[in-house]
């Protein structure tokens, strides 16, 4: 173990196998060294029983430093009880704001085609008009959990910095 820093890093050589060095400084932090040289950070943990791993980033997008003070920042919300791994994986899968328009626009063109003439355009006209207040091009890739009851009730208001904010 070592504390790892730009030149401690970067000294390491690949070997014919993956392998982790761990930081001496932090608990649970480490860099994981790939086969073809690649370098990741990491943080290891436990959540309900089970070892876990989470990779903050490559080495040279991400500084030893600055991975480190994320490792910080993710191992105290650990220790608060969340799982930032189990995040990632809810985020990968869940919709975003364009998917859902795009399935909101299609169940009007369904129900269009099972009422009467004067309940359909209405249903479809606002379908529309909701969908049209979220063409903003940051809203459309954020992650529908993610957006407050604030931002929903009052898109037209918010500006591209909420969008930030809602990431």
Not at 13 to 28: C, H, Q, R
Not at 36 to 54: A, E, F, P, T, W
Not at 108 to 113: F, L, P, Y
């Amino acid at each position: 173990m070592t504390k790892l820093t730009k030149r401690a890093v970067e000294a390491l050589k690949s070997k014919n196998s993956d392998y982790f060095v761990w930081d001496d400084e932090l608990l649970g932090f480490g860099l994981r060294i790939f086969r073809s040289g690649k370098r990741s950070y990491l943080i290891q943990y436990r959540s309900d029983g089970r070892s876990r791993r989470y990779t903050i980033g490559q080495h040279g997008v991400w500084t030893a430093e600055t991975a480190r003070r994320e490792a910080r920042k993710l191992l105290g919300k650990i220790a608060e009880g969340e799982n930032p791994a189990e995040q990632r994986h809810l985020d990968n899968n869940s919709i975003i704001i364009k998917e859902l328009c795009e399935r909101y626009l299609a169940d009007a063109d369904i129900r269009k085609n099972n009422h009467s003439n004067r309940s359909q355009t209405g249903y479809q006209k606002n379908a529309t008009q909701r969908c049209q207040k979220t063409q903003r091009d940051c809203w459309q890739q954020l992650v529908v959990r993610h957006v407050n009851q604030q931002q929903s009730e009052f898109p037209e208001r918010l500006d591209n910095r909420h969008c930030d904010a809602a990431r």
